[in-house]
């Protein structure tokens, strides 16, 4: 990845600690580079080491296309100091990776705004989205380059941010334990979001007590004067936010929450509602995102009463000068129409997924699933896999289900008598679509872990076919 942004080599030794070994102090850059792929001449090039990877491997290449320094954290092979010229600066660190969330962390304390972070197991993204969506109409807001929240991403994104960025909206994500404490200790929240806490990445996480503990982590590390958000629906989220002595905004259906919804109604192509905060009420209608996007807007709407602004005029706003966000797309084909959640999948997003597919009641047509893996569940899996099969069961007439775990995605479903079949992998699915498998009348979700690729499902389903963007309108 590429970001350009005006550092000088001073400015990488005093955020990193790190040692000059060529070049010199005023040595300017034109940005940073992960990527020798696509780096720029006048660039840094940042070695990163992954799994799969070592960025080490490229600093010749780096070189050859014109970067002007390298931040190593070893000399790799075939490197040697004396051969490089002067005018490249040449800046060793302890680790590569630390070493770019701390200049992450130089840039957002040099530019000194403000930080919403944002995580949870589900609508990090959406309520990001609708954030930034709120806040850009009053501020001159940043986010997150793409859903770029990991700890590469993050300070990437951070160092992306132009001078007059007066508030940033952070979404933070892990898989592992620790990554969520780092990324807080990047961005340093003034303001932070916990949107829900389901089973995710249990294979590094363990429990979804786990993934509480990892997720609070944000709590933790946000300014002792600042806000925490969260969802008041979920005790354990209660519980655990009630430790924290910064204020705190609670969002939910549940009435006692600080902003709580109510009087909720879900029609084809849209949902009414009403949002009630501080003993004022304010009616709402938007498309119909699924009920479950109600509560990303609200964790939103809680970050725009943190700089008391008009919550009428913001509703009033959505979908016209605020833009409305969703991962899901609606597709509309001659004789059937397809749901696109094939971005990620775990139990908490699988079961919104499939209450969202309960609303669209359209006569005549039938509800199918096409369910693929939910990945990292550790020893869980097969238990999560069975209980969204059981819940697919009361929503939809037929089901397909795609991987590894399919068999138990059928255990479930077999409760409800209703007809299934399985497939050990995605390619077979496919070619079921170009023989015998048709569907007619039929509304299918389509949904899984991103390792699956079940994208791949919904272009083969729509190719060669006339089909419409129904979402937002639903019209």
């Not at 249990?202 to 300014?223: A, M, P």
């Not at 971005?343 to 309960?358: H, I, Q, R, V």
């Not at 869980?380 to 138990?408: L, N, S």
């Amino acid at each position: 990845m590429n970001v350009e942004v005006k550092l000088t080599t001073e400015d990488i030794i005093r955020a990193t600690q790190g040692l000059l070994i060529n070049g010199d102090m005023g040595i300017p850059f034109q940005g940073i580079s992960t990527d020798t792929r696509i780096i720029q001449p006048g660039f840094l090039f940042w070695a990163l080491k992954g799994k799969n990877f070592d960025g080490h491997t490229f600093w010749k290449t780096a070189l050859d296309k014109g970067a002007k320094g390298l931040v190593l954290a070893y000399f790799p092979e075939g490197f040697k100091v004396e051969e490089i010229p002067k005018t490249i600066s040449v800046i060793l660190v302890k680790d590569t990776l630390k070493a770019l969330g701390d200049l992450g962390n130089f840039w957002r304390k040099k530019l000194n705004f403000q930080v919403i972070g944002i995580t949870g197991s589900c609508g990090k993204t959406t309520t990001k989205e609708l954030t930034f969506s709120i806040l850009n109409l009053y501020f001159k807001t940043s986010k997150n380059l793409a859903n770029y929240n990991n700890l590469i991403g993050v300070p990437l994104s951070i160092l992306s941010f132009k001078e007059d960025t007066e508030i940033a909206v952070l979404e933070v994500g892990t898989n592992a334990p620790g990554e969520i404490e780092r990324l807080a200790q990047i961005i340093e929240p003034q303001i932070s979001v916990l949107t829900c806490v389901y089973p995710a990445h249990l294979e590094g996480l363990g429990s979804v007590e786990g993934v509480l503990e990892e997720k609070i982590k944000l709590f933790e590390y946000t300014s002792s004067s600042g806000t925490l958000i969260y969802n008041y629906d979920q005790p354990l989220v209660r519980e655990r936010t009630k430790l924290f002595s910064q204020r705190k905004i609670s969002f939910g259906f549940n009435p006692e929450a600080d902003f709580s919804i109510s009087k909720v109604e879900i029609e084809e192509s849209k949902i009414k509602a009403q949002i009630s905060y501080q003993g004022n009420t304010y009616p709402l209608e938007i498309p119909n995102f699924g009920k479950h996007y109600l509560l990303n807007l609200l964790a939103g709407l809680a970050v725009a009463s943190c700089f008391e602004l008009d919550l009428k005029e913001i509703l009033e706003n959505l979908g016209k000068k605020i833009s409305l966000y969703s991962r899901i797309k609606v597709y509309k084909a001659a004789d059937f129409w397809v749901i696109d959640d094939t971005y990620n999948a775990n139990p908490g997003s699988m079961k919104t997924a499939l209450e969202f597919l309960l609303t669209l009641g359209v006569k005549e047509m039938k509800k199918v699933a096409i369910l693929g893996d939910m990945k990292e569940l550790g020893s869980y899996a097969k238990e999560f896999h069975r209980e969204i099969g059981r819940k697919a069961g009361e929503v939809v007439e037929e089901a397909y289900f795609v991987g590894e775990m399919a068999e138990e995605y059928a255990q479930g479903f077999s409760l409800s008598k209703k007809p299934f079949k399985i497939y050990s992998e995605v390619e077979a699915l496919l070619k079921d679509l170009e023989r015998e498998l048709k569907f007619e009348k039929a509304i299918i979700l389509i949904k899984g872990s991103r390792a699956l690729k079940m994208e791949r499902i919904v272009e083969k389903l729509l190719s060669e076919k006339t089909q419409n963007v129904l979402l937002p309108s639903l019209s």
